[in-house]
């Protein structure tokens, strides 16, 4: 063509990304305009065409055009635009049929579809199948691949307010997806193989992937990947499927292009791939499978629609034997019997569409005579099926004669011998049968009765695209030799190579084999019909294979799959429930501490000294542990005040190894959470105890769970026991026992840590104490207690009972001498509490405990006079302890920041008062009041928002049932 | 490590922690021994005065001893047991009262009859 | 040998203490009323704060002075609001 | 000590400010104002993240900006230790928290008290557990953001939150006590906290010792793994984060990133560098979990029919993913998954976000909604006033539509977007790995492909019941923007790491380099000389 | 000594462990007090025992060995504090919980 | 002065609490402690609202003596009991009224009745001014009703009324 060169890297992006870009504006321009969306296609989908025409040039001598753009280069994924022969004529494929699909489709599509949708999809189908085709990257095959997928999947549910576009556009995707996540693993296989990702490299590989130990699950991943994406069999069944959609769609993707996209990888990894006996017994009886099935299946169709696809899986089961046989004169049949059948049967498609548009129907039943109504359509249809049924001087004659020659020459061993050309002529018998069942029972015999309208000859414009392809078949079928010739050579030469064979385009090659072939295909498809033709025409379903539905079957399997074996699997490996989880996580805790220290344990040496007090503390503490278990479920109040008797002795132990602001601290924590938890008792329900016959399940499982909480017990005590007896090895505590005074101005080591050392840690503990605060605070304020607690206690009511409406009188006088003690209580708390604060740093002491102490004197006040009449005389603002607690913890950090040195670097010094003398002034102990009224804060937010219940006499949960979900199932 | 005192000063702080921890032992055992909880109610007081009283007294005779200064410590404890235990005490023994008098126990005193509105709050 | 004596006397006390509170844990676990077992429990922390006392003397340290004043003064707090909640129903009403 | 390097300390104080500011000022939940504030703490965050990302991009490939709180000498201080790990990950906490509370800041804010300052707080605690040099200020973090979580998962109220809640409160309990047990045996056998420091002992550890220190090792493991959501310990997450408000779940979706980053910072800190028995600890265990997780989110995945279990499952998935990756140990395999944490966080998240929206705009759902929140809300709370007003936007379902379809690919790791560059990055770099490919490799191949089917499979069913059979037609959803746009934003993300790949990859390349040779690590926080 | 710590931290978690298994929620939560005693002194036991040397140093030149170990009393600190307000926490969710399910059934099943 | 010190016998009790904590009288401890005292007892005023006047505080010092005595007494007399192989005590309940109403007075009158082992005060009726206590080992109600009265009510009523 005598245009311009075009420089290869604007030309081959411009070719792959224009469609996108196009998709995108078309999506994103504002309106449904059919006109404007269906414009901007067509002009884009004719720039790519006279662009793809245009860059024959540049390789139809072999050449390989290359365009890289880095993508992630350290991967060895690049964005490589690969443009050679066979690329080329899949391209030209792509955006000629494209464009007429175009043409089609503006006359096709009613303007009640969304139609900027469809269009903008078949753009962006158009640029995947383009990237598909010329990927020069492997990786990047694989993706477009799966775009292809994509795509196909939404412009199949075009229509999805249909129940069966939604299943078909699923299946396809599933079966086609799953193939392309095959191809994926395959391309990383073949990409390990060889050693990059780059099509070059791949194709310059010589026989390295075929010798590889690599090479069966590549191969077999591979096809996985073509197969699915054509249709072979077994995994035909989506193809007629995916018929719901639009049939400019069906005509494109189904027909010419995407389904094609399985035969082409075939072909560009022949080269590389077919020279191994598992590639040839594979694909050629896969492809000899799918070939006699879809034709065999194809006659029975009464949908055209469904006859097109089964004859399109029966041409790309003729085009993958051909591609299995592995010797190149069979390659060279494959890619020319591609373009043949993309152009014979998008014109099918179209032609279908028009009798679908001009009678509403495609039942092969109601039609008949419509030659009469549409006589150039069925013209052009009717060639069109000459080409598929192969009839002379038509493009799909000339592919077919070379697909017999080959069976026919094909000679490894007998039963290849027999099998291929047996298999090949009664498949050309079937498929010339169904032509004819296509053309007969459409355009033939007497008018049609059950049309709902008298149908028409569509706009010309309609036609034009059919038109044009019905002469390509034409042409090529003639003349191939000045028509289809050198662009036929430039695709096979970039799949052969050196290897390129000689092979002749003529018409004529004598009386032959082949010949004989096809004429018993001719003869034997006119027998098989004729007498049989209303049977065809009426029968329901296939004989022989009816039973074998490819899609019952999957629809069968995922849903249950999806529904039925997924749940059960959930549920078998999974749990709802609480105590399996619990169970699971402490044995899981237990078997890996035993498992990783089992074995080097070390030894345990005998203890060297006991102290019997101790020992009597932790009989008590023991047994308490024990009987507060034991106790738990049905005496609650007993089980706490048991828990006390164990968390006093933690505390007296704290004290006697050594950790006095331990045993402080635990002593406090101790009785805040007594409160707290009788705070809580008040809104659980009664429990009685109940006759002792447990079924033996649970008596099974208390025994199994006494068996791991004695195991977990026996290896925390043999750890603890381990290292105990062991010298410490030498680490960070020294430090802070020299340093502590020195540089944290503080004799108390452990406070110095907690405000200065390890301040860090105690701002985030603050924090959490603070946030569990606003946590709980935030939940109680929604509180609904259960009906059965919403009441009054029971003793309260008991008491009115006994001695009517003295209630309150009693409580008062219950209270009366106690509560003064109690409230007498408070300034000396507060003050023990500012002692402990202020002697923090130098002896046990501290923002914690004294914070603590300072709520119980909050809360000695609430126990003594009530919530209302404590709340009468104090105003205690717990969220603005908590939030100035932080404040003063993160200024004493920020703080040292502006003044240079890193977060919470502490400072002190001895200040000189006049009259006292020394004092000593330190950052950390400004950090530590930041804790203290934090701690606070949030105990007594806790304390007080639980309290605050018994005043709230809220509402009850579950007082008002709740409505019946509406539509729930549907969304579900 | 337990500091040397002059012996007879060890002696008695010796004879006051042992029978301090006699008499708090004895109350708790009154605990285990006695057979009604009106009864049980006073065990705890033996180590919260005389009990507790002596063991303090010890600590603060040795600290202040060993330390050489003044050592007052043990009676704030003291100070603080005696105003707390009480308080337990009358409350939960108001309570068991309560508990015995709804339940019809016998041996329990009955609920005084309310002769008028108490005066004022 | 004035060591001698305290020591050994410190530890009989301690041990009598100990004893002591098994005898609580004793009204703890058996109860039978809940009132027995709070009385324990406050009875404990009692014999817990002597033995802390006996503590300091045998390890001649003022270290746990504070844990023992905060024994006595707010250990009650705790079976306070047991012995509140046996009558009431409720701790904070 | 120049005031750069303070940058290290910063991701952890902005939240803190910002909680502190909302309990100073009060519950100001209708204050626009207030809301506004908020946001700009969060932006602020995101600038500060940005810029200590930038600053180690610009850096050597082993440098990290070491940060001695209180001056103290490492490793008896806290240090605070930002490489690039820890850059990546409060980066990605940072947009998808910033995108998160902008969502919320439309409505969800108001359905309960405190949400601000627990939601800086989940952020807070997220940060320093990523920034922390040390074992125990690492618990305190892990506590501090799961005390917010349980806060925020709480959020709204309900029987569904509340019930989920308590059983996601106990498993983390108990795993809370696994993480004490775990350092206490690790401080036990190695006298230190310090993780460099720990790492640097573990050689001189006594041959009586190992057995112990390894045993806390194990069930510090098993702690990070409940974190982590591996199974089978992770039976918590589906119903927390399915029930929680939709938010917060996006904000839970790198929580168990948080497991995941503490396992592959730890366990190569400390084992992958080791010779002998201990090099291989646990490979295999985690390897394994990582299989039976990836199985079992998948089929969870299959077998959801709601979007945000789905979405739950699908957080399963990429634990088990993240899991597999760690266990190969080896770089390449490292960076993908780096690369593969950073989308997965942010798809999901998305995705909690926009079932919100789409069950906003499906009628049938709207209606329960409505009548949950009247039978589970609290009626003293006025929601309406000062919410964002929705707007009716013409192409509304199809926008919904590319969001989910983005979200999708993702998450299933189908090409062309990032999920399917991640796993990509993964497998190609397992294939290239000595000796591959071994089992191992064909373990994560089928585990990878697998699990991306069956998400395709449970999308594609979901997305058909969305926006094929459930959503009115196109005729103008209502919506609000403070709503779409955060999603928008996370998906656009998304895209935008599968286009700059390359630059990714390279950065996280570095990153898994640093991270596979401990020694650096070692080195930079114990500078030679000062070691004990 | 060793042996009687030993055997106190084995009881306590094994009680508490036990208690965690159970199904109310009451059970739960006297368990989850359980196992934090047990675990904080077992922390404390990683600092190996010492009597009567309690990290308050008597003057600035002290001999470092005197000194208990501080740092597993720091951490315990800690975990103490933040053990209470997990309890408080918990304590409220299961309160929360059985307002709205009506049962104290870990799972919220019926009585 | 008033405002500035409502409960100066508490304030002055706070002092000296403080200072025994301290286990120093320092001048800083005193100002700091006073100051400390003050403050709290401020605060305290809120839900202390009635001040305590102490009319004979040597009358006070009597009573902690009597009281002393008796505890050591009753102590001795209960452990007797304990130590019996087969402890019987002849317990009982008393009620007794009492002329003391002010209930300051009436709370140190419990606490010491509590705290003295072998007596509990078990239930204080206000409108008819009777208490009900459980004695130990009664022998005699009328003479223990007696040694009260006239040991401790008497005097409580002359320190407080
Ligand atoms: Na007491
Ligand atoms: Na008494």
């Known amino acids: 063509m005598p245009l311009p060169s075009i420089p290869t890297d604007f030309a081959l992006p411009l070719l792959c990304f224009l469609p996108f870009l196009a998709s995108i504006f078309v999506l994103a321009a504002p309106g449904e305009k059919i006109r404007g969306a269906a414009w901007v296609t067509a002009v884009v989908a004719a720039i790519l065409s006279l662009l793809s025409l245009a860059l024959f040039p540049s390789i139809a001598n072999g050449e390989v055009l290359i365009s890289r753009i880095e993508w992630v280069p350290q991967l060895g994924l690049n964005l490589t635009l690969r443009l050679d022969g066979l690329a080329w004529l899949f391209a030209v494929l792509i955006t000629c049929i494209g464009f007429l699909v175009v043409l089609y489709a503006r006359y096709y599509m009613s303007p009640k579809d969304p139609i900027a949708r469809f269009h903008a999809l078949l753009l962006a189908f158009m640029g995947a199948m383009i990237g598909l085709v010329m990927s020069g990257n492997i990786i990047q095959l694989a993706i477009f691949w799966e775009l292809t997928s994509l795509v196909s999947f939404l412009l199949i549910g075009y229509w999805y307010h249909r129940g069966d576009a939604r299943d078909g556009a699923r299946m396809a995707l599933i079966i086609t997806g799953t193939g392309g996540l095959a191809l994926f693993v395959s391309m990383l296989v073949i990409g390990h193989i060889v050693g990059s990702y780059e099509l070059d490299d791949v194709l310059a590989s010589g026989g390295k992937i075929v010798e590889s130990p690599l090479y069966p699950v590549a191969l077999i991943l591979f096809l996985l990947g073509a197969f699915t994406k054509s249709a072979q069999f077994p995994f035909q069944f989506w193809l007629p499927n995916a018929m719901t959609a639009p049939t400019p769609v069906s005509a494109y993707l189904h027909s010419a292009t995407m389904v094609k996209a399985g035969v082409f990888i075939l072909t560009r990894f022949w080269p590389v791939m077919h020279d191994h006996q598992l590639w040839f017994w594979i694909v050629t009886y896969t492809g000899l499978a799918t070939l006699i099935f879809g034709a065999y299946t194809a006659l029975f169709q009464r949908d055209l629609k469904g006859l097109l696809a089964y004859s399109t899986i029966s041409h790309l089961g003729l085009i993958t034997t051909l591609l299995g046989m592995g010797t190149p004169l069979a390659a060279v049949a494959a890619i020319f019997h591609i373009a043949n059948h993309a152009t014979f049967k998008a014109s099918l498609f179209m032609a279908v569409g028009i009798i679908d548009h001009e009678t509403g129907t495609r039942d092969v039943r109601k039609l008949s005579g419509l030659r009469k109504y549409l006589p150039f359509t069925a013209t052009l249809a009717i060639i069109a099926s000459a080409a598929m049924a192969g009839v002379p001087l038509l493009n799909g004659f000339l592919s077919k004669e070379m697909f017999f020659t080959e069976t026919a020459e094909f000679d490894p061993n007998v039963f290849v011998n027999l099998s291929l050309p047996i298999g090949a002529t009664l498949a050309g018998m079937l498929s010339v049968a169904y032509s004819i069942k296509f053309v007969h029972g459409v355009f033939f015999g007497p008018p049609p009765t059950e049309l709902e309208k008298v149908p028409h000859e569509p706009p010309a414009l309609m036609r034009r695209p059919i038109e044009i392809l019905v002469l390509i078949c034409l042409a090529v079928g003639i003349i191939p030799g000045i028509t289809i010739a050198p662009y036929l050579a430039a695709a096979v030469h970039s799949v052969l190579g050196a290897e390129t064979p000689y092979y002749s385009l003529s018409v004529w090659h004598g009386f032959n084999l082949p010949l004989i072939m096809s004429i018993i295909a001719m003869v034997g498809g006119a027998v098989i019909y004729v007498p049989y033709y209303r049977k065809l025409r009426d029968i329901d379903g296939v004989p022989l294979t009816r039973g074998l539905v490819g899609q019952r079957v999957f629809e069968r399997i995922l849903v249950t799959a999806t529904n039925r074996w997924a749940r059960h699997l959930v549920g078998a490996f999974g749990t709802q429930r609480l105590q399996p989880q619990i169970f699971v996580v402490i044995f899981l805790a237990l078997a890996a501490g035993i498992a990783a220290g089992w074995a080097r344990m070390g030894n345990l040496p005998l203890p060297d000294s006991f102290d019997p007090v101790l020992g009597l503390v932790w009989l008590l503490g023991g047994i308490s542990a024990l009987a507060a278990a034991q106790q738990a479920k049905f005496h609650r109040l007993a089980s706490m005040i048991l828990m006390g008797g164990a968390g006093l002795a933690t505390c007296l132990t704290f004290a006697w190894f050594s950790a006095p602001d331990l045993a402080l601290t635990q002593l406090l924590a101790e009785i805040a959470t007594t409160v707290l938890i009788l705070l809580g008792l008040r809104w659980l329900p009664k429990r009685s105890p109940v006759p002792e016959s447990t079924p033996m399940a649970a008596r099974l499982r208390r025994y199994r769970d006494v068996a791991l909480a004695g195991l977990v017990g026996l290896g925390t005590a043999l750890a603890s026991y381990a290292i105990m007896t062991r010298s410490a090895s030498e680490g960070i505590s020294d430090f802070f026992l020299a340093n502590a005074y020195k540089e944290g101005g503080g004799t108390n080591v452990v406070n110095v840590m907690l405000v200065d050392f390890r301040g860090f840690d105690t701002m985030g503990e603050i924090t959490v104490l603070g946030v569990v605060a606003l946590t709980v605070f935030g939940l109680l304020r929604r509180f609904r207690p259960a009906s059965d607690s919403a009441e009054r206690p029971e003793q309260q009511r008991v008491l009115d009972e006994y001695a009517p409406g003295s209630s309150e009188n009693v409580a008062d006088d219950f209270l009366r001498i106690p509560a003064l003690i109690m409230n007498w209580m408070f300034p000396v708390v507060v003050v023990v509490a500012i002692y402990m604060l202020m002697r923090g740093h130098d002896l046990p002491g501290g923002g914690f405990i004294a914070g603590i102490i300072m709520s119980l004197a909050f809360i000695l006040q609430y126990l003594a006079g009530g919530t209302r009449w404590v709340e009468e005389r104090l105003r205690i603002l717990p969220l603005l302890w908590i939030g100035w607690g932080l404040l003063l913890a993160l200024l004493t950090g920020v703080g040292a920041m502006v003044l240079g040195a890193p977060f919470l670097t502490s400072a002190f010094a001895y200040a000189d008062i006049p009259l006292i003398g020394k004092v000593p002034m330190a950052t950390a102990l400004i950090f530590d009041l930041g804790v203290f009224a934090l701690v606070v804060g949030a105990t007594v937010l806790m304390l007080i928002a639980l309290a605050h219940q018994s005043i709230r006499r809220p509402k009850v949960a579950g007082s008002n049932k709740p409505k019946q979900r509406v539509g729930a199932d549907k969304w579900n | 490590m337990i500091a040397d005192l002059p012996l007879w000063l060890s002696i008695l702080v010796s004879a006051f922690v042992v029978l301090g921890a006699l008499l708090t032992m004895a109350g708790c055992f009154g605990l285990v021994r006695l057979k009604s909880f009106y009864l049980r109610i006073h065990g705890p007081t033996m180590g919260t005065s005389m009990g507790g009283g002596l063991i303090l007294l010890a600590s603060a005779i040795y600290f202040t001893l060993t330390r050489e200064r003044l050592v007052v410590h043990e009676l704030v404890i003291f100070l603080f047991v005696t105003l707390t235990t009480p308080v337990t005490l009358m409350l939960l023994a108001r309570a068991t009262l309560f508990r015995d008098r709804v339940e019809g126990n016998e041996g329990v005193p009955k609920r005084p009859e309310k002769a008028e509105t108490p005066a004022s709050p | 040998m004035s060591v001698t004596i305290l020591e050994w006397s410190l530890f009989a006390a301690q041990i009598m203490l100990g004893l002591g509170m098994l005898a609580t844990l004793y009204r703890m676990v058996v109860g039978p009323r809940a009132q027995d077992r709070i009385l324990a429990l406050d009875a404990l922390y009692v014999v817990a704060l002597l033995l802390l006392i006996t503590l300091g003397i045998r390890t001649n340290s003022q270290v746990y002075f504070e844990l023992a004043m905060l024994m006595g003064l707010l250990g009650f707090v705790g079976t306070v609001a047991l012995a509140k909640f046996l009558m009431r129903g409720e701790v904070i009403e | ?532 | 000594m060793e042996l009687t710590l030993a055997l106190a931290i084995g009881v306590l978690s094994a009680s508490g462990v036990y208690l965690l298994l159970r199904p109310r929620t009451f059970q739960v939560i006297i368990g989850l007090s359980l196992v934090s005693y047990a675990v904080n002194l077992f922390i404390l036991s990683m600092g190996r025992l010492r009597m009567d040397a309690a990290p308050i140093l008597s003057g600035a030149d002290a001999d470092i060995a005197n000194y208990a170990d501080p740092v597993p009393q720091a951490l315990v600190l800690t975990a103490i504090v933040i053990g209470f307000a997990m309890t408080a926490l918990f304590l409220v969710v299961l309160l929360a919980a059985r307002g709205l399910s009506g049962s104290d059934h870990v799972d919220g099943k019926g009585d | 002065m008033r405002r500035l010190l409502p409960h100066p016998i508490l304030a002055g009790f706070l002092l000296v609490l403080w200072l025994v904590l301290q286990q120093s009288a320092g001048l800083g401890h005193i100002l700091f402690g006073g100051v400390i005292a003050i403050a709290v007892s401020m605060a305290a005023s809120a839900i202390i609202p009635e001040r305590i006047v102490i009319r004979r505080p040597l009358k006070f010092i009597q009573l902690i003596f009597v009281a002393g005595l008796d505890i050591i007494r009753s102590n001795l007399a209960v452990m007797s009991v304990l130590f019996h192989p087969r402890p019987n005590p002849t317990a009982g309940f008393i009620e007794m009224d009492l002329t003391l109403k002010n209930p300051f007075a009436l709370a140190i009158l419990a606490v010491i009745l509590t705290a003295t082992p072998g007596s509990a005060w078990l239930e204080y009726d206000r409108a008819r001014s009777t208490v009900l206590i459980h004695v130990f080992d009664l022998v005699d109600e009328e003479e223990w009703v007696a040694t009260v009265k006239k040991r401790y009510e008497a005097l409580l009523l002359e320190i407080f009324q």
């Open chain 4, 1 to 532: 000590m120049t005031g750069m390097n303070h940058i290290a300390i910063l991701p952890i104080l902005i939240p803190m400010a910002a909680m502190v500011f909302n309990l100073l000022v009060g519950d100001g939940r209708s204050n626009r104002r207030i809301i506004g504030i908020n946001i700009g703490f969060s932006v602020l965050l995101l600038l500060v993240s940005i810029l200590l990302l930038a600053v180690l991009a610009q850096s050597s490939t082993a440098a990290a900006a070491v940060y001695p709180l209180g001056n103290w000498p490492v490793p008896f201080g806290i240090v605070l230790v930002a490489d690039r790990l820890a850059a990546v990950m409060v980066l990605t906490t940072s947009i998808l928290s910033l995108a998160a509370l902008i969502f919320a800041s439309a409505r969800w804010h108001s359905r309960g008290t405190n949400f601000f300052p627990l939601f800086h707080a989940l952020v807070m605690g997220l940060n320093g557990a990523f920034l922390t040099g040390d074992l125990f200020n690492l618990f305190v973090f892990f506590e501090l953001l799961l005390a917010a979580s349980y806060g925020l998962a709480l959020h709204g109220g309900g029987r569904n939150r509340v019930r989920a809640a308590m059983h996601y409160i106990v498993i983390n309990l108990v795993a809370s006590f696994l993480f004490l047990i775990g350092v206490a045996l690790i401080y036990g056998t190695t006298g230190t906290l310090n993780m460099a420091d720990i790492a640097r002992a573990v050689p001189h550890i006594a041959p009586d010792d190992l057995g112990l220190f390894e045993a806390g090792v194990a069930v510090l493991g098993i702690a990070f793994l409940i974190k982590a959501g591996s199974w089978p310990l992770h039976f918590w997450l589906p119903n927390t984060y399915s029930s929680a408000a939709p938010p917060v779940a996006a904000l839970f979706a790198i929580m168990t990133k948080v497991g995941f980053y503490a396992i592959l910072r730890l366990w190569t800190l400390v084992f992958a560098n080791q010779t002998g028995p201990e090099l291989a600890f646990g490979q295999n265990v985690l390897f394994v979990l990582g299989i039976a997780t990836v199985a079992y989110g998948s089929v969870g995945a299959l077998s959801s029919k709601a979007l945000d279990r789905l979405a739950s499952y699908l957080i399963l998935v990429s634990a088990g993913t993240l899991l597999l990756a760690v266990a190969y140990n080896v770089p390449g395999v490292t960076t993908g998954a780096l690369y593969y944490v950073v989308v997965a966080t942010l798809a999901a998240g998305a995705l909690f976000l926009l079932k919100d929206v789409i069950d906003q705009v499906l009628p049938a759902e709207a209606q329960i909604l409505a009548v949950s929140l009247e039978f589970y809300g609290d009626e003293e709370e006025v929601l309406d006033e000062d919410q964002e007003v929705s707007r009716s936007f013409p192409a509304a379902a199809t926008l919904l539509g590319w969001c989910f379809a983005i979200a999708a690919l993702v998450m299933a790791g189908l090409p062309p977007l990032s999920g399917f560059l991640s796993k990509f990055a993964m497998l190609s770099a397992a294939f290239g790995a000595a000796n591959a490919p071994t089992a191992a490799t064909w373990w994560i191949t089928g585990a990878l492909i697998v699990s991306g089917l069956f998400v395709l499979i449970a999308m594609v069913r979901n997305g058909i019941n969305i926006f094929w059979t459930s959503l009115p037609g196109d005729g103008g959803l209502a919506l609000r923007p403070l709503e779409v746009g955060p999603i928008m934003v996370l998906l656009a993300l998304c895209v935008l790491m599968a286009v700059f790949a390359g630059p990714a990859l390279s950065y996280f390349a570095d990153t898994a380099q640093f991270i596979h040779s401990p020694q650096n690590y070692i080195d930079l926080v114990l500078p030679k000389g000062e070691t004990p």
